[in-house]
Each structure stands twice: as C-alpha cells, then as structure tokens.
C-alpha cells in the first residue's frame, strides 16, 4: 500500500469534515438530551395526548357550532373556522407556557440533585455549551408539540373567518413565548437548590405573566384614565397609554386578543392607534402588541440564557 501524503486528503476524511460541519454545533449533552426527548416512551405519549385532546376540543367546538347554527352558509362556516382557529391558538398557548417549562425546571436543578452536575463541567463543555444543550432539545420537542396542530390551523383557513396575518401573529406569539418560558424555567433550574424550588418559582412568575399583567393592565387603566379626565390632565395621557399598551403587550394573552382584535376592525397588522379617552382629539400609533411581545420575550430569552450559562460556571 502506498504512503498518503501529508497534504492529500482520503475520501473518509472529506466526508466526516463534511458530517462535522453539518453538525451546527451539536454537542454529546445536546446529542444525549435529544435521544432521550424524541425516542423515549414519553415523547410519544406525550405527543398522542396532546393531538388527542386539541383535537377532541376542535371536534366538540364544531359540532356544538354547528348544532347551534343548523343553517348552512358561508356565514355559519366562518363563524365555525374563527372559533376553531381561536380554541386552537388558545390551546398552543396554555401549552409553551404551563406545560413547556416543566421540561426545563430540572434540566439542571436535577443534574444537581443527582450530583452530576460537577462531572458535566468537568469535561471539555463549557456552561454555554451544557446550556444550549438542555434548552434545544426541549425547543424542538416543543416545537415538535406545536406543529403537529398545523392540521387544524388548515382547518380553520378552509371553513373561513380566519386571515393569513392572523395566523402569522398567534405563531409569533406562540413561538417566543416557548422561547421564553422554557429559558426561564432553565434560568430558575441554573440557580436553584432543588427541583421543588425551581417549579415553584418558574410557575409563580410564568402565572404573573399570562395572567397577571393582564389584569393589572385592565383594573388600573381605566381607574387612572378616569381620574386624569376628570383632573383635566391630558397631557400625560399618551404615557398612560403607552404603558397599558406595554403592560398588554407583555402578556401573550393580552398581545393575542388585543393584536386581533385591532387587525379584525382596522385591518392593521403591524401598528395599533389608541386614544386616551374616548373623546380624545389626540392618537397615539405604537407597535402592535404581538411585535412588542416578540421582541421582548426574545431579548430577555437571550438575557436568561446568559444568566442561566453564569449560573453553571460559577455556583456548584
């Protein structure tokens, strides 16, 4: 056999240059976490259980629907194909944010827990590298979770009621807001003792989130809009606006119902014209809450994760 001279390359070499490349960062632990999600008992079950209940609820919406509209008409189908799209999407929701986190609440509590934590930053990973390995699994799983529903999506733009924008603004919605609750969850795991701590703490704010802000945004506007006209103090109103438009927008919730409903009366996607009080001569255009939602669930997922990569270097 002839020697292989230095600068040659043999056709093994070109090809597993070639397979590390389309690797895209993969790591052993991301490697390891992604077999664990997609090929255990669990996954699937999870998954049938997810399409069966989404599904069952479609199913009972539209007969219930119908069986209250027996007329038939394009009327009737769009009414059934707007319901069905909002179940849906409500569904997607419920789902990234109270179900979603409880996949990374103990991605690194329970390596603690289990004290493998110490032989995870022992090898050549770095804390970046043991953190986007616990947190792309559970995307893609989730992301998983999500798309096998489109179906149903497909459903809706087939009976009618239902426009492409409006579906273009629940997916962001629904998207960062699985970016942000599982990077939370796996922020709160980097940081806390136990798993028990972390989900309490995880839900206890995911819960003032979805909900709180929501009806903070709603008691305490009107209260203050009220008190401001009656005061005569108009020129702060714009600010006051803005900051229920904020405290909406932060709520996936809130940023949902409030983008669709401004998209469905102006046919406006990407802005939302607010006045201060009724009567009031002043506009204030802004952001569509869903825009603002997804820009700031994406830059505190990228702030989290930094946290939560400082959190496995330094604490034990």
């Known amino acids: 056999m002839g020697r292989r001279s230095p600068g040659r390359r043999e056709p093994g070499d070109r090809i597993a240059a070639r397979m590390a490349k389309l690797n895209l960062g993969l790591n052993p632990l991301m490697v390891r976490e992604l ?20 599904s069952g609820i479609a199913l009972l919406l539209y007969m219930g629907v119908s069986l209250a509209n027996p007329a038939s008409g394009v009327g009737n189908s769009s009414q059934v194909g707007s319901a069905l799209f909002y179940v849906v999407v409500g569904l997607q929701i419920v789902l990234v944010s109270f179900v979603a986190p409880a996949f990374t609440v103990s991605a690194i509590s329970g390596e603690r827990e289990r004290h493998t934590l110490d032989l995870l930053k022992a090898t050549l990973l770095s804390p970046r590298q043991i953190v986007w390995g616990k947190l792309i699994p559970v995307l893609g799983y989730v992301l998983l979770l999500v798309l096998a529903t489109l179906p149903l999506f497909s459903l809706a733009f087939l009976l009618g009621g239902v426009e492409p924008a409006q579906f273009v603004a629940a997916l962001c919605v629904i998207l960062a807001s699985a970016a942000l609750f599982t990077t939370l969850g796996l922020s709160v795991s980097s940081r806390a003792r136990d798993t028990l701590s972390a989900t309490v703490v995880t839900y206890a704010i995911v819960v003032g989130i979805v909900i709180g802000l929501s009806v903070l945004a709603l008691l305490v506007f009107p209260a203050l809009a009220g008190a401001m006209g009656r005061a005569g103090a108009s020129s702060a109103a714009p600010a006051l606006t803005a900051l229920f438009v904020a405290l909406i927008s932060l709520s996936p919730v809130g940023a949902l119902v409030t983008s669709e409903a401004n998209f469905v009366n102006t046919g406006n996607l990407l802005t939302v014209t607010v006045r201060p009080f009724a009567t009031s001569p002043v506009a204030v255009v802004l952001p ?12 505190a997922s990228g702030i989290l994760l930094w946290l939560a990569a400082r959190a496995v270097r330094d604490r034990a």
């Open 288 to 299: 569509a809450p869903f825009v603002i939602l997804t820009v700031c669930y994406l830059t």
């Open 35 to 54: 077999r664990g999600y997609m090929r255990g008992a669990r996954a699937y079950a999870v998954l049938t259980v997810h399409i069966a209940i989404v």
